[in-house]
T-cell receptor, first 113, second 115 residues
């Protein structure tokens, strides 16, 4: 299984952009990179996912390196509600045509008012 | 659309007792996951179902944990007997077709405390 490396914690000022890095140097060529976040006392929630090219949605942008060994989640304007643990997760095949998400420790993002 | 429902939200039991958790996934989702999240750690996958069949249960402690998904819809996770180290949040998630190119939706979890 692909392993990921993320900083344990990061801080950002409110309304400033945040770049959350992730290294996944052992990822296979067909595994999508998923990002989830977990607010306090909540279950994880989906943020974004991608394979090779950069992706944007209403929550964030995902920049994937050309060699796919790293990616960066970009929150364009951090709000207090974005304070959470962010997980970078390579999707892995689990059998029977299905896939699973293997969580690491994630990055705890603090947003300063 | 309704989300993933889990019950109960909280449970306190004594060690060696048994406990069961229930999960109702999003309608039409074929894949169901149970995760265990110990305080300060990321969620750990316990078992994955595709419809009513088990895809992966390699990290399920089968001497005390069991799970079933009858009729490919609702699922229950049971612990018997519980140990102190089972204190954790148990999360259920579902996905349309196993996160192949889709997202997983998580419930709010059941917080289990074993005393």
């Amino acid at each position: 299984d692909a392993k990921t490396t993320q900083p344990n914690s990061m801080e950002s000022n409110e309304e400033e952009p945040v770049h959350l890095p992730c290294n996944h140097s052992t990822i296979s060529g067909t595994d999508y990179i998923h990002w989830y976040r977990q607010l306090p006392s909540q279950g994880p929630e989906y943020v974004i996912h991608g394979l090779t090219s950069n992706v944007n949605n209403r929550m964030a942008s995902l920049a994937i390196a050309e060699d796919r060994k790293s990616s960066t989640l970009i929150l364009h304007r951090a709000t207090l509600r974005d304070a959470a643990v962010y997980y970078c997760i390579p999707r892995t095949y689990s059998g029977a045509g299905s896939y699973q998400l293997t969580f690491g420790k994630g990055t705890k993002l603090s947003v300063i008012p | 659309e309704a989300g993933v429902a889990q019950s109960p939200r909280y449970k306190i039991i004594e060690k060696r007792q048994s406990v069961a958790f229930w999960c109702n996934p999003i309608s039409g989702h074929a894949t169901l996951y149970w995760y265990q999240q110990i305080l300060g750690q990321g969620p750990k996958l316990l078992i994955q179902f595709q419809n009513n069949g088990v895809v992966d249960d390699s990290q399920l402690p089968k001497d005390r944990f069991s799970a079933e998904r009858l009729k490919g819809v609702d699922s229950t996770l049971k612990i018997q007997p519980a140990k102190l180290e089972d204190s954790a949040v148990y999360l259920c998630a579902s996905s349309l077709r196993g996160v192949q190119n889709t997202e997983a939706f998580f419930g709010q979890g059941t917080r289990l405390t074993v005393v």
